[in-house]
């Protein structure tokens, strides 16, 4: 959630909107084999949950077609179920093919008629590919050699880095200019692909100069090289849930993983489920999570921690954004993550809770 505004879009991962808008009325249209008189629901994805705009019913031989109700440039799904998914970024006015498999259509999927959706697909699909590959070939060695098994793990989770490093970078040279290539961001390292991220803000301002979501991203690069990986962690020393002091220098040793959030913030709370799996399983002697709140009101602060059941520490100066966490670590929308390693070095920022999971995997690994 945003200073000034209470929809964020975190545009250079994964969500993407323009506000652009149109008259002309496109279509979604196409064929699933396997998908004879199936719902088909077309879903936007926004800070507030999911809204689905319209929905039809294939035919007895798969065939569909939708209208295209688009007014600005977003991020949609198009599904059948929970497992049957397809990611899309529409614009008014669009004709949109889409042929596939629904007993594998996030692999089998095509899609003509949008350069965004097409991009989308490659880097979705590429991703699975690669995972897919990687676990028969772990699953295959650990039959042969189980005691061997997580040797070969750490061997593949490298190689499984490296590569998707390369596709999201390939992917992004090609297609600077197309806002999809903010969703491939996240799989950049932030201390090595400075260039190539200032590369894609120069590219999208230049197409969409003063649009408020390709501003954001400006933002973040220009934050990400103001106090980048590498850089030493300012120090945040608040009063915890009981009123007791809580530094992060208490935790040099560790990595630490510091979540900035707030009891007010939607997005925060609903980011807070995943954040108890991470801390479950990655719980260790060299991890340890805490939160800064940027609440201004106790008693909410308090209730939001119980009802979330957050098992970390807590702090907070109870200034909201006047907190001067804030301007130390130039946040300017929440949730905000920061993972520090254990010297009090920046490892990363500003990563959702799944590409947490990748780089707490990738450090622990690492120093172990």
Same mark, same amino acid.
Request: overall charge neutral; glycine content about 6%.
């Given at each position: ?10 545009? &250079? ?12 009325? =496109?279509?979604?249209?196409?064929? /699933? ?20 705009? +319209? ?8 065939? &569909?077609? #939708? ?9 949609? /799904? ?14 008014? =006015? ?7 498999? *629904? ?22 699909? =590429? ?19 189980? @005691? ?31 806002? %999809? $290539?903010? $969703? %491939? ?31 954001? @991203? ?10 980048? !990986? ?9 009063? =915890?849930?009981?009123?007791?002091? #809580? ?10 993983? #510091?979540?900035?959030? %707030? ?11 995943? *954040? ?16 800064? %709140? ?5 008693? $909410? ?11 970390? !520490? ?22 905000? $993550? ?16 799944? +590409? ?13």
């Amino acid at each position: 959630m945003r200073k000034t505004t209470s929809l964020l879009l975190a545009v &250079f991962i994964s969500v993407i909107m323009i506000g652009c808008t149109s008259s002309n009325t =496109g279509s979604i249209s196409g064929k /699933l084999s396997h998908a004879a008189n199936r719902t088909l629901e077309l879903v936007r994805v926004t800070e507030e949950g999911e809204m689905v705009l +319209d929905s039809t019913s294939t035919d007895h031989d798969g065939n &569909f077609s #939708i209208p295209n109700p688009v007014k600005e440039t977003d991020y949609y /799904l198009l599904r059948t179920g929970p497992e049957s998914i397809i990611y899309l970024i529409l614009s008014g =006015g669009e004709n949109i093919l889409i042929s596939g498999d *629904l007993n594998m259509l996030g692999d089998s999927y095509t899609v003509t008629g949008s350069t965004e959706c097409e991009f989308i697909r490659s880097l979705h699909q =590429g991703e699975r590919k690669l995972t897919d590959s990687l676990n028969k070939v772990f699953n295959s060695f650990r039959s042969v050699d189980p @005691y061997q098994a997580d040797s070969m793990g750490r061997v593949l989770e490298y190689h499984y880095s490296v590569s998707i490093h390369r596709l999201a970078t390939e992917l992004i040279r090609s297609n600077p200019s197309l806002l %999809a $290539s903010l $969703s %491939a961001t996240k799989f950049l390292d932030q201390a090595s692909d400075i260039p190539l991220l200032e590369l894609l803000a120069d590219s999208l301002n230049k197409r969409y100069n003063g649009n408020r979501y390709v501003e954001d @991203y400006l933002t973040f690069v220009k934050d990400l090289k103001s106090l980048p !990986p590498g850089a030493t962690a300012p120090d945040i020393t608040l009063n =915890g849930l009981d009123g007791k002091k #809580i530094s992060i220098a208490d935790y040099r040793g560790k990595y630490l993983l #510091i979540e900035f959030w %707030a009891s007010w913030c939607q997005p925060c709370r609903r980011a807070n489920p995943d *954040l108890r799996r991470l801390y479950a399983k990655y719980k260790c002697d060299r991890l340890e999570f805490i939160g800064v %709140a940027l609440d201004d009101n106790m008693d $909410s602060w308090k209730k939001a921690v119980k009802l979330d059941a957050l098992p970390w !520490p807590q702090m907070s100066e109870l200034k909201k954004w006047d907190s001067k966490c804030v301007a130390d670590y130039k946040i300017s929308a929440i949730p905000f $993550s920061i993972l520090i390693d254990p010297e009090g070095k920046i490892v990363a920022k500003g990563l959702r809770p799944e +590409d947490l999971d990748m780089k707490i995997q990738e450090v622990l690994r690492k120093n172990s």
